[in-house]
């Protein structure tokens, strides 16, 4: 018995909509909506041919068939653009975090150069110059001849320069030493200690070139409680300073 022929409606929206998901399931993001109409074309297809099941059913097969190759090119193209995306993020982290170690690396160069152009070591409280190198070990309270409140600043002073040098005059063109209050900063001034005291202070020694000498320099305090600023200097401008909490 010969087959009537297909009931095309059914068949043609199935293939149509087939169609229209394959050409679409080639496009990033697009390909979601071509998913859902291979899915809507299958179905469709589906009853095409159930309703032709008589008949001939050619038109919805078809639609059957480009329905799920449409689909199955959406899961493929899926998979590599996300594969893609992946890459570039992963290129674009990777990228991010040179830029960051370099700049942090940037920073830090920044840093030592900082360090080494001011000569000062916070570390060793140690400042270099070319004409000299000088340590400061401690800083001690005390009271001067006329019983006022004084500080014994101790240092280990080096001459680096290639001519003799007065300890005191070397001291002084390296350091200033001052005391900050709320509304001044003042420098301070040498003060005698007691006749009683006899260390020796070392300030009218002669340095030789690369000679080296300990000591320490009296000041005479505004106040016992504001904090003490010794400021490290070359060429007369300050290039660090060291901050002391008077105990």
Known sequence: MEKK???I????????????????????????????????GLIFGIIAVVINRKNKKTIGIVAIVVSIIS???????????SAKIDEALKTSDSSSNISKTTGKATEESKSEAKKEDSGWDEATKT???????LKIDKVEKTTDYDGKAAIKVYFTLTNTSTENKDAQMLFQELTRVQQKSANTSNDLQYTMMPIENTEENHLS???????????YYPYLLENETDPIHILF?????TVATYEIALN
């Open 5 to 7: 022929n297909e009931s």
């Open 9 to 40: 409606a059914i068949s043609l929206i199935a293939l149509i909509i087939g169609i229209l998901a394959i050409v679409l399931s080639w496009v990033p993001i697009v390909n979601n909506l071509a998913a859902i109409f291979a899915i809507i």
């Open 71 to 81: 689909f199955i090119i959406v899961l493929a193209t899926q998979t590599f653009y």
């Open 127 to 133: 400042f270099t110059t070319n004409d000299g190198v």
């Open 205 to 215: 020694d002669n340095i030789n070139p690369n000679g080296t000498i300990s000591g």
């Open 233 to 237: 200097e070359k060429n007369y401008k």
